[in-house]
């Protein structure tokens, strides 16, 4: 294997300070702010004045034993659909359950409408929460787990409430099929269903696409979306980047427990699109073809392996177009173009290390 | 077309569910969840053991002095307090282990009626599960004395304690069947055989204590009056209740 030396890679995006990361309708530029290591375990933190917003989450830590599942994570949200966007085992579960009282937090707090949702009684009939967990009462059917749905929040008219919130979701023609016979994507509509049934003013949904075939999905979001345009406080979790540009232009970044980007997710994919990107070709003569794309400027770093080229570069689109034309050009057999860094780890990587 | 996305309602539901309905909705969810065949079966099975058993000493003639000690022995110190373990562990344990407990937990609604809806769930199962085969076999016995009504006396009062107190184990602990299968055989079974002092933290001396009442054969730490052989176990049920409805509104759930 030969490595060319690699070129000075771009610096990771600065450190901006932290603006108060209260995100409705006139959010704030996304900003940056990498973890600075571990949370401090003594002493006390520097006084910031409380946010408000229908959801509030003021300087929120999570401990279990000794790992830290979410720490001194500060934002508020109002009306609208924001992502909270972040990879598998970032916090964003741990989040969730502490904005719906499911858990208390270990440090800081967090009001929902202006209340505890651990202690108010009142506010929980104004929230509603999608879980992860793929958890239903599988010996009932669809209509029946909805109903429960509906009667547990003191509605008088369950019935028409539960027919109109699977209408919500396409699911009105399943029959009395138990629930527990469902697909997983049938399963997810059916607790996206029991969460509408209170219309709730804040609503809740950890990963609430998954499953979900590409229609259903697209039918999902655009529910969200009306939910969020009523007024509604929609914030959806996702691990998945391109499901969040599709979500809303407001994120949450979440990384290791800690909040580490807010704002519009147009400037975030910006940052995003501004780190290297890895991509590996195969080709005939690999060679040859690092050459001319170090000649072009295209790459920052090439390593070349049997008929393999793995390539840095931070213009991809720039790439993307002329690695087939230059191919031919060379007169090389290009058998293989795909992208080794894509997903959402890299580049909460990148946003978090720098690399 | 896309449904309208307005709530049919067109106003804000109220706010919170009164208790007795929320008591009502959580024995609805909890006995469905609790009906399983494989578990009726099993258990019934394992009831019905009594009742061979009481057939059996009737066709030997045994008196009463030993009917009352097969009904105490077996009906009492083993299948109604392990069949209310099951049913009443699970009232609570098995929504939380499925990670279902949340479709009740976060809702308008106090945590003590959950509690009591499914603790009633859990009594509604076992008791006829558990007071027919005992029942009978202390019919099948053949004795008199008063066998039979001082078992279904007895019956209740155990199922009422052991139902409440597993389902607090229930709610406090995820590992409830082994920990109340170790109440049952090793504290009950074992320990409170030791001495009155420690048998008076064991449900199983008041249901003895009721038969020997009514019955008047003598059995081993079984003095407490009828009254007090009553009322402790329904005291000792309240304030399971009360404890199991204090940690649910204080636990993590999943």
Known sequence: ??????????????????????????????????????????????????????????????????????????????????????????????????????????????????????????????????????????????????????????????????????????????????????????????????????????????????????????????????????????????????????????????????????????????????????????????????????????????????????????????????????????????????????????????LVEGR | MTPPTVHPTGRRPQQTVPDVRAIALAYRVVIRQLTSVGRIVALSLLALVSTVAGFALGTADADLDAAVRLISGLGFAVIIPVVALVFGGAAIGDLREDKTLVYLWLRPVNRWPLVVGAYLAALTLSAPITLIPVVAAAILTGADGGIVPATLLAGVVALVAYNAIFTMLGVWLRRFIVWGLAYILIWEGFIALGGAGVARFAIRKYTRSILVDRTGVDLDLADFSLTIGIVVPVLAAIVALALGSWRLARQDVD
């Open chain 1, 1 to 350: 294997m030969t490595d060319f030396p690699p070129p000075p890679t771009s610096a990771p995006p600065a450190a901006a300070t932290l603006p108060p990361p209260v995100i409705g309708a006139a959010a704030p530029p996304a900003s940056f702010a990498p973890p600075t290591g571990p949370p401090p375990l003594a002493g006390p933190a520097p006084a910031l004045p409380d946010l408000t917003g229908m959801i509030a989450v003021n300087g929120v830590s999570k401990f279990f034993g000794s790992v830290v599942a979410v720490s001194e994570v500060r934002f508020a949200i109002d009306g609208g659909v924001t992502a909270l966007l972040g990879p598998n085992g970032a916090g964003k579960s741990t989040l969730f359950r502490m904005m719906c009282g499911l858990t208390p937090t270990s440090r800081g707090t967090v009001r929902v409408l202006g209340a505890d949702p651990r202690l108010d009684r009142d506010v929980r009939g104004r929230i509603a929460l999608v879980p992860q967990q793929d958890a239903l009462f599988d010996h009932l059917d669809a209509y029946s787990m909805v109903l429960i749905a509906a009667q547990t929040h003191g509605l008088d008219d369950a019935g028409a409430i539960a027919r109109w919130a699977l209408e919500q979701v396409d699911l009105t023609d399943v029959g009395d099929k138990p629930v527990g016979k469902f697909s997983k994507g049938m399963r997810q509509r059916v607790k996206v269903a029991c969460a509408l049934v209170n219309d709730p003013d804040v609503l809740i949904l950890d990963e609430p696409l998954t499953g979900l075939d590409p229609v259903q999905r697209r039918r999902m979001i655009a529910l969200f979306h009306r939910l969020g345009d009523a007024g509604r406080c929609v914030l959806v979790s996702s691990h998945v980047l391109d499901e969040v540009a599709r979500l809303g232009s407001r994120v949450l970044v979440i990384a290791q427990g800690r909040l580490i980007a807010t704002g519009d997710y147009r400037d975030l994919r910006a940052l995003m699109d501004d780190r290297p990107l890895r991509i590996r070709l195969a080709v005939s003569d690999p060679r040859r073809m690092a050459a001319a794309l170090i000649e072009r400027n295209l790459v920052t770093a090439v390593s070349v392996a049997a008929d393999r080229l793995t390539l840095d570069t931070l213009d991809a689109d720039a790439l993307g177009r002329t690695v087939a034309p230059l191919a031919i050009e060379l007169g090389v057999h290009l058998t293989e173009v795909s992208p080794l860094d894509d997903d959402l780890e890299s580049v909460f990587r990148y």
